[in-house]
């Protein structure tokens, strides 16, 4: 059993910035791709970012590359993703996510196996 358990949501201004972490227990994540995915009101889940097992390989969605920042602490088990320069359109429930190596590159919800309950980030004008 995985329970991926994400916080550091909350309330910014437009520009400011986040950071959420997701820590895991049940399993060791220095052997699964970690991910992160938001789903704003009225729409469906959709992919922001991922790293490697390793950590050496990250890839974003075009909307927030150049702001946000995944990065993981094996260690730790945990990943985070540090959000700079916020946008109301980054207003979403965040949730992190964990899948195996060979699935690495996918941005589709149904690769991806394990699923936090979400923390909320709501950007304001």
């Known amino acids: 059993q995985v329970l991926l358990q994400e916080s550091g949501g909350g309330l910014v201004q437009a520009g400011g910035s986040l950071r959420l972490s997701c820590a895991a227990s049940g399993r060791t994540l220095s052997s699964h791709v970690m991910g992160w995915f938001r789903q704003a009101p009225g729409k469906e889940r959709v992919f922001v970012a991922a790293i490697s097992n390793s950590g050496a390989s990250i890839y974003y969605a075009d909307s927030v590359k150049g702001r946000f920042l995944i990065s993981r602490d094996n260690a730790k088990n945990t990943v985070y993703l540090d959000m700079d320069s916020l946008k109301t359109e980054d207003t979403a429930v965040y949730y992190c996510?964990?899948?195996?190596?060979?699935?690495?590159?996918?941005?589709?919800?149904?690769?991806?196996?394990?699923w936090g309950q979400g923390t909320q980030v709501t950007v304001s004008s």
């Open positions: 996510a964990l899948t195996s190596p060979s699935r690495y590159g996918s941005r589709r919800n149904s690769d991806w196996d394990y």
